[in-house]
């Protein structure tokens, strides 16, 4: 049987968890656990939040939908008039078409780019606040750790995921 680093790594992490989880229950450690997808669907933040990226991105967003609609007409007057048009005429307007296109597939990836990368930097600092507000709840509640993922169940007086969005909420 072959045994990686890895594997005999994981194995003392576990075990490691395990006594100290262990340790941890018998020493009467208060701990509790906040759901953050459920603050960050709930926290009046998150809106504003999304308001400034909007109206910081509103005025690119429409240039590209005026090219959309700009292309799509360019597109039907190929279809609709392609048979009375020369040839020159017709590879003309079908090159303008071509370039058109690429020039909005690549604006509309970089937008795309710069919209995901806004958010993440909005949604790091958000991260921050809130990190904050479990501490900050946390000791309110004279809990000893907060879990964040991978809880399965846990009894209501230890979800602290509401006073965490209450807290929030005074932030505004």
């Given at each position: 049987m072959h045994v990686t680093r890895n594997k005999i790594l994981?194995?003392?992490?576990?075990?490691?968890?395990?006594?100290?989880?262990?340790?941890?229950?018998?020493?009467?450690?208060?701990?509790?656990?906040?759901?953050?997808?459920?603050v960050l669907q709930a926290a009046?933040?998150?809106?504003?939040?999304?308001?400034?990226?909007?109206?910081?991105?509103a005025r690119r967003d429409d240039q590209l939908v005026a090219e959309q609609?700009?292309?799509?007409?360019?597109?039907?007057?190929?279809?609709?008039?392609?048979?009375?048009m020369s040839e020159s005429e017709k590879k003309r307007l079908e090159r303008d078409i071509i370039?058109?296109?690429?020039?909005?597939?690549?604006?509309?990836?970089?937008?795309?780019?710069?919209?995901?990368?806004?958010?993440?930097?909005?949604l790091a600092k958000l991260r921050k606040v809130i990190t904050e507000v479990v501490i900050k709840v946390a000791k309110k509640g004279?809990?000893?750790?907060?879990?964040?993922?991978?809880?399965?169940?846990?009894k209501d007086q230890y979800n602290i995921t509401n006073r965490v969005i209450q807290e929030l909420k005074k932030r505004r």
């Open positions: 994981m194995v003392f992490l576990l075990l490691f968890f395990v006594a100290f989880a262990g340790n941890a229950v018998a020493a009467g450690t208060k701990v509790a656990y906040v759901q953050v997808a459920k009046p933040q998150v809106k504003a939040i999304k308001e400034r990226i909007r109206k910081e991105f609609k700009k292309l799509k007409k360019l597109k039907e007057k190929l279809d609709r008039d392609a048979a009375i370039a058109r296109a690429r020039k909005l597939k690549n604006a509309q990836s970089e937008f795309q780019e710069d919209l995901s990368l806004r958010q993440n930097e909005e004279g809990f000893d750790m907060v879990l964040e993922s991978g809880v399965v169940w846990t």
